[in-house]
T-cell receptor
């Protein structure tokens, strides 16, 4: 079983729509959690960290359920510029020096 | 925000040659740098963890004699792909962890390697 699993999509949504991505992780000892965004042929960029209490940054809301080992990202009022691949990322055990464990990514295409 | 550079951004080489990729943290010191590889439509996979002044720690299945990592200073790590083969063609990305209190990781822009 992969450590971080995501629905690869693609998700095709119209501008203004709300879209939700889900992610599960297998290592219950994981320390911290993130959503990254990756544009085609570019490096991943941090979108937001994910906290147990849930957190919001503008149109983006992230949730973490440690008991279910489940992470989500909600995007409201989608923009064309939101089109990208969204990576669910989990921080491994400290012994790995905080190396990040990436999901395969969920592809989002926002259309006019 | 903090900046990590990689050089070269793109390289094409012939089979059997070696390629060196540099990763630099430009405005912070990084005791730990990470090397990832991403094949098309696949997730980033950690190859190795590079610690300044010591040997790198390689992930299972990554040949340390093929992928030589040197982290000689707090701002520079290099990855050398030795005797490259077409199956080594991939997107190689480094990240650097700020040794300061934030401990945040910053990614380089990646190096696209094509082996012909």
């Amino acid at each position: 079983r992969k450590e971080v699993e995501q629905d690869p999509g693609p998700f095709n949504v119209p501008e203004g729509a709300t879209v939700a991505f889900n992610c599960t992780y297998s290592n219950s000892a994981s320390q911290s959690f993130f959503w990254y965004r990756q544009d085609c042929r570019k490096e991943p960029k941090l979108l937001m960290s994910v906290y147990s209490s849930g957190n919001e940054d503008g149109r983006f809301t992230a949730q973490l359920n440690r008991a279910s080992q489940y992470i989500s990202l909600l995007i409201r009022d989608s923009k064309l510029s939101d089109s990208a691949t969204y990576l669910c990322v989990v921080n491994n055990h400290p012994y790995r020096g905080y190396a990040l464990n990436f999901g395969k990514g969920t592809s989002l295409l926002v259309t006019p | 925000g903090a900046v990590v550079s990689q050089h070269p951004s793109r390289v094409i080489c012939k089979s059997g040659t070696s390629v060196k990729i540099e990763c630099r943290s430009l405005d912070f010191q990084a005791t730990t740098m990470f090397w990832y590889r991403q094949f098309p439509k696949k997730s980033l996979m950690l190859m190795a963890t590079s610690n300044e002044g010591s040997k790198a720690t390689y992930e299972q299945g990554v040949e340390k004699d093929k992928f030589l990592i040197n982290h000689a200073s707090l701002t520079l790590s290099t990855l050398t792909v030795t005797s490259a083969h077409p199956e080594d063609s991939s997107f190689y990305i480094c990240s650097a962890r700020d040794r300061g209190a934030s401990g945040e990781q910053y990614f380089g822009p990646g190096t696209r390697l094509t082996v012909t």
